[in-house]
């Protein structure tokens, strides 16, 4: 490499990020006292960890307490590897916040530009003396990014990489005009066993993008010819400075692009999981395009190194075969016209980023992690085949409640709901500092009691308990003895409460406000599972690390795990809720930020299966279920920032995968749906952090339908038809007639529909009845003539007439019944039509999809 290019390679590594962000909480917060650190504790450090085998240990790399002086100030500090063996980086957690640090890169090189100690390399000194190639990059406030099983970055001398080079801008220093030290950085955890795979970083990296003043869009292309070993992509990220609206990376092949990563630049700028498995060969083209704009500035603006200037980069993390691998590769070729004639239309479409929506992500501690892909809006073909549908009920409860930021619902073994909220506490941006230490401790735990019995009938509460013992409570769980299993995020602890209202804390895991990933502590656990037969329990552990763990029921650590094998490359994002199958001994993961459901063997933690599903839109919240059914799962997906998707709530068969019902509120709409419970009776209830309320929705006998492309084909049937039919008018008869042959037509082209009686006969009865009521009609019919014969011979005795008698009308008036809701074809939902004796508010009213959801 020209020396030229290569300085332009470096000029390119320099130039990151700058942006609002959503922020969250482990990562994200403002300086505080606590970072205040000694200088000489922020020196590289490396701790073997006492708990794994010798062959796995940590290095913390990080500045030695440094004050810059001056704005966009590059600061480098090199670290030997301390290992003299080949080994290998398996994950990165970063130490920083966006308030002080606008960016931080790890370089890994054989000769440093220096060895002593800190430099300024944002001058022509850079970061090393001999090729540099880069292993991580952060902005933004980022979450961690782990590496698959099996992958490593291979560093050592043989590798060619002897030394780490940490590289952090700052870009404004107005931050430390308290004249703190900082001391940022990053934690490398590291493995001398050999890793089958070897990671690397692909950059597409634009060099000579101009955006014109006022020019509401810019586009960025790059593009070049692959021409090494294959690579398999597994994480992307974006950078751009303030003006980027989305930047996307794609493989070309035969002409056909195919999507690796597409994401806003103005959200954590994390590596975020790639789209679907995309490799790459010999003979493909990468390209990648940044979209601009140059609203609001009066003067053009340049890539460059500053804040203001701005920056086009698309970094791939991809794995090679070890005998073939490369450390880093990188393109920075301007694409074709030609070429980017045919880049898919979703490329230029700006991902919007609304202060609401980054509001409430910060205080529910959301980080994104969604996948950058817009909905197709070519849906598969849902089948719904429930015999009942989950319907909003609005009364509920017929009680006040006065609640504050819902996290969590449990029911009892009285089947009574309990509820879990925060009270006058909210989890806001600057709750927790970059350690995930609880901020706000000044406050004192929640005055108001937390825990509520609710009778979930009327919703009047039976009992209240919980008062001044928590900060941040997060999930709850019963068991047997109606005892509380609770998480709280803030003290980083489990507890098991005492069920009689006296609030006796009978066991707790965790050190209060300590977060940990040892086996003694948690980092922001979210739920808890109870095994119902052995008392053993599972904690959801959580924000801050990515795994289960299992305790027997005196609080003794038994075992732990982290993601399932269906996707080796994607460990949990955030395991937020967890359920217990009794039946199947297995516990089930809705992993929140990957939006998916993971059940695992509760004996071992082996994987058992994946439930991922594009109606979720990239969010699983909440799982549940119900003794009643050990086959269904109930869900509730989040709000996600690239989807459409509306929020709601799922019932999904367990065995089939299947979607079977959805289910949301009439009137009003979720805003952040945090939890969900399941009553014996198949009474759902959603606990909505955002709203600060608990929706109720009952299970309404249905027809069974078949839903295809928004139209529902409705059939309902009655034993009576028959013989009703016999005794209308002809053009009753004729409308009779043709309402069965579209049934039987319909029956045909789809042997999905099905038909149900409205009196619930059993389907399988249907055929059989037939013959009988046609047997009795026919029986029936010589009584039928002497009664009309009689009534015929009054009449005549009678002096005055009365008019002819019509049968039809007779049995129809005391009938009271039309088949107006057999012949409905309705769009989204039903608009049955029911006789006015059967039916109820309930059964009148018209079920639509909720509307998409509304960016600000």
């Keep these: ?70 704005s966009d100030t590059y600061l480098c500090m090199a670290f030997p590897v301390p290992t003299n063996r080949d080994s290998y980086i398996v ?211 340049y890539i460059g190194g500053t804040s203001n200037d701005e920056m086009c980069n698309f970094y791939i993390m991809y794995y090679m075969d070890s005998e073939h691998a490369i450390p880093f590769m990188n393109c920075m070729e301007t694409g074709s016209k030609e070429l980017f004639r045919h880049i898919p239309a979703e490329a230029n479409v700006p991902i919007p980023v609304s202060p609401d929506h980054m509001n409430s992500m910060m205080h529910g501690g959301h980080s994104s992690t969604v996948k950058g892909q817009l909905l197709n809006s070519n849906k598969e073909e849902q089948v719904l085949d429930q015999e009942y549908h989950l319907d909003h009920v609005s009364a509920w409860p017929g009680s006040f409640l006065q609640l504050g930021q819902v996290s969590g619902l449990a029911v009892d073994s009285d089947s009574n709901l309990v509820i879990f909220h925060r009270g006058d506490h909210s989890w806001e941006r600057d709750s927790f500092n970059i350690q995930a230490r609880y901020q706000q401790r000044s406050l004192g735990p929640i005055q108001q009691s937390t825990i509520l019995v609710v009778d979930p009938a009327q919703g009047r509460i039976l009992k209240a308990s919980g008062r001044n013992m928590f900060y941040l409570p997060h999930g709850i769980t019963t068991d047997e003895d109606n005892n509380y299993w609770v998480t709280d995020v803030a003290l980083h602890q489990v507890l098991k409460v005492s069920g009689d209202g006296r609030d006796g804390v009978l066991l707790k895991l965790g050190e209060a406000f300590t977060p940990g990933s040892d086996v003694n502590h948690f ?95 990239g969010k699983v919240f909440a799982i549940a279920s119900t003794p009643a059914d050990d086959d269904l799962i109930y869900a509730v997906n989040g709000e996600s920032l690239y989807r459409s998707t509306p929020l709601k709530g799922f019932v999904i068969s367990y065995s089939s995968k299947r979607i079977l019902d959805t289910f949301s509120p009439n009137k009003k709409e979720f805003k952040m749906p945090h939890d969900i419970a399941v009553t014996p009776d198949g009474t759902v209830f959603v606990g909505d952090a955002g709203s600060k309320r608990v929706f109720k929705f009952t299970a309404e006998k249905l027809h069974r339908s078949v839903k295809k492309a928004g139209i529902e084909i409705q059939e309902l049937l009655e034993l009576e038809t028959f013989v009703q039919s016999k005794m209308k008018q002809d053009h009753n008869m004729s409308k009779t007639a043709a309402t069965q042959e579209k049934q039987t037509v319909a029956g045909k082209s789809d042997p999905l529909v099905k038909v149900e009686e409205m009196k619930s006969t059993p389907r399988s009865n249907e055929k059989k009845g037939v013959l009988p009521a046609v047997i009795t009609a026919l029986l029936l019919i010589p009584l039928l003539l002497v009664f009309v014969f009689g009534v015929f011979m009054c009449w005549r005795k009678n002096s005055k007439s009365v008019g002819s008698l019509n049968l039809g009308k007779f049995f129809a008036s005391h009938k009271e019944y039309t088949r107006q809701g057999f012949d409905q074809l309705s769009t989204e939902g039903s608009d049955q039509e029911k006789n ?20 600000s």
């Design 836 to 855: 006015v004796e059967d039916s109820s508010d309930s059964d009148n009213e018209e079920y639509s999809a909720p509307p998409p959801l509304q960016s």
């Design 523 to 617: 980092c922001q656990p979210t739920d808890v599972a109870v095994d119902t037969e052995t008392g053993n329990i599972f904690v959801s552990d959580g924000y801050c690390n990515a795994r289960i763990l299992k305790f027997s029921a005196n609080g003794r650590y038994l075992s732990q795990w982290g993601a399932g094998s269906s996707d080796r490359r994607t460990p949990f994002q955030i395991p937020h809720s967890l359920v217990f199958f009794p039946d199947k001994k297995e516990v089930c993961v809705a992993d929140r930020e990957n939006g998916r459901i993971q059940c695992f063997l509760a004996e071992t933690g082996e994987f058992v299966k994946e439930i991922k599903k594009d109606e979720f839109g």
């Design 1 to 70: 490499m020209g020396d030229s290019v290569f300085f332009m390679v470096i000029f390119g590594f320099f130039c990151h990020s700058h942006s609002l962000e959503i922020q969250q909480p482990l990562y994200g917060s403002k300086w505080t006292q606590e970072n205040v650190l000694n200088p000489s504790d922020c020196v590289s450090r490396t701790t073997p960890q006492p708990v794994l085998n010798a062959q796995n240990f940590s290095v913390d790399l990080r500045m030695p307490g440094v004050i810059p002086t001056e």
């Design 91 to 301: 994950d990165f957690i970063p130490h920083a916040s966006m308030d002080t640090v606008h960016h931080m890169l790890l370089f890994g090189c054989m000769n440093p530009v220096s060895t002593s100690s800190f430099w300024d390399c944002g001058s022509v000194q850079g970061t090393c003396k001999d090729e540099a190639s880069i292993m991580y990059a952060w902005a933004r406030n980022a979450p961690p990014t782990k590496l698959p099983k099996g992958v490593g970055f291979r560093v050592g001398k043989n590798s060619g990489m002897s030394h780490f080079v940490l590289q952090i801008h700052y870009g404004d220093v107005s931050a430390f005009r308290d004249h703190h030290r900082d001391c940022s950085g990053l934690s490398l955890k590291m493995t001398t066993k050999r890793q089958p795979f070897i990671a690397g970083i692909y950059l597409l990296m634009s060099v000579d993008t101009i955006i014109p003043p006022g020019k509401k869009v810019t586009n960025s292309d790059i593009a070049c010819d692959y021409t090494s070993y294959p690579i398999y992509p597994f994480a992307f990220r974006t950078h751009t400075h303030r003006l980027g609206k989305v930047v996307s990376g794609y493989r070309i092949r035969n002409g056909k692009w195919s999507l690796i990563g597409r994401q806003s630049p103005q959200l954590p700028q994390a590596f975020y999981p790639t789209n679907k498995e995309v490799n790459v060969q010999y003979g493909d083209t990468m390209a990648a395009r940044c979209v601009f704009t140059g609203e609001g500035r009066t003067s053009k603006t």
